[in-house]
């Protein structure tokens, strides 16, 4: 027989996937009825008196919680003794009330919200689902996603770029990220917005002949724009820290470029960059230097990961930090799972991210020298022409 707290758990399953039916007024999953199991005769028989116990445990619990409980009829021992088989929940408010006062308001809210829906929005087909997808919004958030929807769907945008569209109150990254929702309220398949500006990078030449020669220094590539270096870089550093790529040390027809975050996607999409025979990659030695470094490796960049290993760690460790920008703690954070890494970089990530690990969590690129990088390129360069 199942406990009430496995039947709560079910009870919150189920509302957990249809409260938004209920709070739209567009379906309902209640009444139900949750079964509670039912023991074979053998087993009622030779522990009867647990059996007995939790069934007197259900109908107190049920009493108190003003909900039925259904029986049925057991021989046990010749005799007949009524065993509760089956909980019913009637509606969506008892099941809330049962799950905890997050449930009655979360209900509450999705009610509240359907009404507005239903006012502002009579054409709107699915409000279970918009009520679903926006109830983590904010009740400011909700209010500016129904003001873009009314605004959309008497005016055209066309043409112009989230930051362009004339309603008072809105920040052109809010619009960005809720694009499908507003579209929906509007009742238009796009808001017909301009596509983001595409990505670039900035890179600075390192090749001291060129350099010398008193031509820009510092340069940069849009993606999907023909754009030719004004020479093909025979080696490419990638530094996680913008510093550190401006003012890399000479490297013969190298380059140096600033990092781009997780993302490798950008650099991939730049032919001069991805084709470089000699891609390195600097980062810092943390757990997101190391998240970046298989990212870029993702995106189909052969990079190698220069002074982001265990010696570096111990030799540069008098420098590590257990804070971040901010102040913050450096915790250990959630280890994810990183296929493009080698052996050498798993094992550091892993202790990076070991809960017990008593030692740094980051030593910043920064703290190494750049002469000490500059010495790991030509090094590693030495057998090139």
């Known amino acids: 027989m199942k406990t009430p707290e496995q039947a709560l758990e079910e009870t919150r399953r189920r509302l957990n996937n249809t409260w938004h039916g209920d709070a739209s007024g567009q379906g309902s999953a209640w009444p139900h009825q949750f079964s509670l199991g039912s ?68 209900l509450k809210r999705g009610r509240a919200r359907a009404a507005e829906l239903n006012r502002r929005f009579p ?42 569209v004339p309603i008072t109150g809105f920040h052109a990254k809010w619009l960005n990220s809720h694009q499908a929702a507003v579209a929906t309220l509007a009742g238009i398949p796009t808001l ?36 030719t270096p004004a020479y093909l870089p025979v080696v490419i550093v990638i530094s996680e820290n913008k ?60 990079v190698t990961s220069m002074l982001m290993d265990t010696p570096t760690y111990g030799e540069y460790e008098r420098f590590g930090t257990t804070t971040d920008v901010r102040g913050n703690e450096i915790l250990a954070g959630k280890r994810r799972d990183l296929p493009c890494l080698t052996v050498a970089e798993r094992r550091l990530y892993e202790d990076l991210t070991d809960p017990a690990w008593k030692r740094f969590r980051r030593i910043e690129q920064e703290r190494i020298p750049l002469a000490t990088a500059a010495r790991v390129i030509q090094q590693a360069m030495s057998g090139c022409p």
């Open 243 to 302: 510093d550190t790529a401006l003012h890399f040390p000479p490297v013969r027809h190298g380059v140096s470029v600033e990092g781009m975050g997780s993302g490798g996607g950008t650099p991939a999409s730049i032919p001069w960059l991805r084709d470089c025979p000699n891609l390195f990659y600097w980062g810092d030695i943390d757990a997101a230097g190391f998240e970046i470094l298989n990212g870029f490796r993702q995106a189909g960049l052969a």
């Open 192 to 227: 017909g917005l301009l596509p983001p500006h595409p990505a670039r990078i900035h890179f600075t030449y390192l090749d001291p002949d060129y350099t010398a020669s008193g031509q820009r220094r510092h340069d940069s590539a849009t993606v999907g724009d023909a754009m």
């Open 39 to 106: 023991p074979a005769k053998s087993a009622l028989e030779a522990d009867f008196s647990r059996y007995q116990g939790a069934a007197l445990a259900w109908r107190d619990w049920a009493a108190v919680r003003g909900v039925t409980l259904t029986d049925a009829p057991r021989v046990v021992h010749g005799t007949t003794q009524r065993i509760p088989t089956h909980l019913t929940i009637p509606d969506a408010n008892t099941a809330a009330r049962l799950c905890g006062q997050e449930w009655v308001q979360r």
């Open 123 to 164: 054409g709107l087909q699915d409000v279970a689902r918009m009520i679903r997808s926006t109830d983590r919004y904010s009740d400011a958030d909700f209010e500016l996603l129904c003001t873009a929807g009314e605004w959309f769907a008497r005016n055209s945008a066309s043409g112009l770029t989230p930051r362009q």
